[in-house]
């Protein structure tokens, strides 16, 4: 499979090269058609203007450090006196990566309208995206925020949402764990807690129940469709030179065929879901769904695709994230028994685990502070891009051409001795709380994991939500026993992922026998 995607990399390389020698040799009269030769051409071949040299350089580094890229970006913005680097890529807009938080200000509040995700990233996840708030700038973006802003505000959409978590955990997730610790089976704890993810997410998004979590079943086609979308998406952000996807896309092969298929799966399932619902009278306020997103979008009056699009943006935003957190602290406390301990302490102290309310899981704030920390260290989004409108200059001096890709890197602030002190690399949560125990406010500019400003994460609420629930549910429970003592790989896509799984062994906790 490795050596037929190389072959087919190859020969596309070489259609590219075809295609510019002929059209150039017969649309050289036309002037028209001249300029826009050239600008093709610009398009993939680096700008004359850079020193050869950075662009060979840079691809010699990328090349070298291609199996630890986070760590490589980390080191040289650490060693950076602004702790921002500008990398002159082969077929690649010149970029900007910065971990500083008055840059991260100015790109995501003070100067906002100048760095919109922009055409580049929008194409990524444009198949896939389509219309949906996280893939649009502008008016787009406007009024699916706007509506989007007062349902995540509403108090009936927070006690939705608990009500799911209660019947999931308690119907599935827990059964799930008491099997294991009877039966002494190694567990894949990422995988569970992505079932989970994803069965709750379709709750809360469409009003349905997909059943990922019984094992028994062979995954639905809907999720399989979703990972395979997730994945083929990333790896065009991934790819070196974009114009090998695009003409795969054109071509309709390989990789780009697998995402056509898996996307008109997913927004068939989707507009099925919206035909009925309508079909039904279940639009608005909380129809037929039970308060689930579908049914309050649907009720806002906007058009099928957009609502369509808006639900995908959000099965994909709410499903991978919170079960990679949730995932990565569990790892962290399975090596840290003493912050485990304080944990499950504050859990018992809220009284009956059994049925958490809005309330309760208010109240766990050294939980909120092992997440915050665990977030820290593992971001589930490690970086994220937008794209200059205008030529710009940033507060640290570095200056901003229109069309340069500028990227703030979640992952390496959380590793900036500047930022968190020299115990940077340290699973600290205390760093989180203050003398009377209250989680701190931290700047999100300094702590973007939920971006900032305009475009800060409106799921942020109901993501502590479902991530203390789920903590708080398994570890008054459960211990669990990493079957692998070495450090896992973390792996970013669109969500990062912990690479091999989380293969743990379940064990009752002392007073849950």
Avoid at 49 to 67: D, E, M, T, V
Avoid at 304 to 315: G, N, Q, Y
Avoid at 462 to 472: D, N
Wanted: glycine share 8%.
């Amino acid at each position: 499979m490795a050596a037929f995607s190389l072959i087919l990399s190859l020969t596309l390389g070489f259609i590219i090269i075809f295609t510019l020698l002929l059209s150039s040799s017969l649309l050289l009269s036309n002037k028209r058609h001249r300029f826009r030769l050239r600008k093709f051409i610009a398009s993939i071949i680096p700008n004359p203007k850079l020193p050869l040299l950075s662009n060979a350089a840079c691809l010699i580094s990328f090349y070298k450090n291609r199996r630890r890229l986070l760590s490589w970006y980390t080191d040289l913005l650490s060693e950076s006196a602004t702790q921002t680097i500008v990398v002159h890529r082969l077929w690649a807009p010149r970029t900007i990566v910065t971990a500083n938080p008055d840059n991260v200000e100015y790109i995501l509040k003070t100067n906002f309208p100048n760095f919109p995700k922009g055409k580049p990233f929008t194409e990524l996840l444009g198949d896939f995206l389509g219309v949906g708030i996280f893939n649009v700038d502008g008016d787009k973006w406007s009024v699916q925020r706007k509506l989007a802003s007062h349902e995540f505000s509403a108090k009936s959409l927070r006690e939705f949402v608990v009500k799911v978590l209660e019947d999931e955990v308690s119907k599935r997730l827990i059964p799930i764990l008491e099997n294991a610790a009877e039966n002494g089976r190694v567990l894949d704890m990422q995988e569970v807690l992505r079932r989970f993810a994803f069965d709750t997410i379709c709750h809360v998004s469409l009003g349905i129940d997909p059943c990922c979590l019984d094992f028994s079943r062979a995954p639905p086609p809907l999720a399989a469709a979703f990972d395979a979308a997730s994945e083929i998406s990333a790896m065009r952000a991934a790819a070196p030179v974009s114009a090998v996807w695009r003409l795969k896309r054109v071509l309709n092969l390989g990789s780009e065929r697998e995402l056509k298929e898996a996307v008109k799966l997913v927004r068939g399932c989707v507009d099925e879901m919206i035909s009925e619902r309508i079909k039904n009278g279940g639009g608005g306020g909380g129809g037929s769904g039970g308060g689930d997103l579908l049914s309050r979008f649907l009720g806002a009056g906007l058009e099928d695709e957009m609502v369509r699009d808006m639900v995908i943006s959000f099965l994909m935003a709410g499903r991978d994230t919170t079960s990679s957190a949730v995932t990565w602290l569990l790892w962290l406390l399975s090596g840290h028994r003493g912050i485990e301990k304080r944990a499950v302490e504050e859990i018992a102290s809220i009284g009956d685990t059994q049925k958490l309310g809005f309330d309760d899981l208010k109240e766990m704030n050294f939980i909120q502070a092992c997440l915050c920390e665990s977030m820290r260290l593992y971001p589930p989004v490690v970086w994220d891009s937008k794209h200059a409108a205008e030529d710009d200059v940033l507060p640290d001096g570095t200056p901003v051409s229109r069309g340069d890709r500028v990227t703030y890197f979640q992952y390496g602030m959380g590793r900036m001795e500047e930022l968190w002190g020299s115990d940077r690399l340290e699973f600290r949560p205390d760093r989180w709380l203050d003398r009377a125990g209250a989680v701190k406010k931290v700047s999100p500019y300094k702590y973007p994991v939920f971006q900032a400003g305009p475009r800060v994460c409106l799921g942020k609420e109901m993501a502590f939500i479902q991530m203390k629930y789920v903590v708080a549910s398994v570890l008054s429970r459960f211990e669990l026993v990493p079957v692998r003592p070495e450090t896992p790989a973390f792996v970013p896509l669109l969500t990062a992922y912990m690479a091999g799984g989380f293969n743990v062994r379940v064990r009752r906790r002392r007073g849950q026998e």
